[in-house]
């Protein structure tokens, strides 16, 4: 399950800033490390980026079989729940870049294209 070697809370995600390279507890900072991110890592395996409170280090950490699920997602949708630019800019379609309007077979479907536009 991956909770032998853990160095961070399952319930709440967070850490605490102790180790410069993994494991090797040189760390002087000992701020509260918190859970910014999730990302996923060579063969589908989720690991969880923690940001130093006190310093500002960034550290990435493999999550645990009994990690609290609901914090897990509720780091991976963040970016979607609070995107960097106002979300009335996002269109099906945007003319100005492709230069041309596409070609859209509705014969499958029923879209209405004068309301996509």
Do not use: Y
């Amino acid at each position: 399950m991956g909770t032998e070697h853990r160095n961070h809370c399952p319930s709440c995600l967070w850490s605490k800033h102790v180790d410069d390279s993994p494991g090797d507890r040189a760390a002087d900072c000992d701020g509260a490390m918190e859970p910014v991110a999730v990302w996923v890592k060579r063969g589908g395996e989720w690991a969880i980026i923690h940001r130093c409170s006190r310093c500002g280090t960034l550290h990435s950490n493999r999550i645990a079989g009994d990690d609290n699920e609901l914090v897990l997602t509720s780091l991976a949708v963040k970016p979607l729940s609070q995107p960097s630019f106002p979300l009335d800019r996002l269109t099906v379609v945007d003319i100005r870049r492709h230069g041309t309007e596409p070609e859209v077979d509705t014969s499958a479907n029923d879209v209405d294209i004068a309301r996509l536009r």
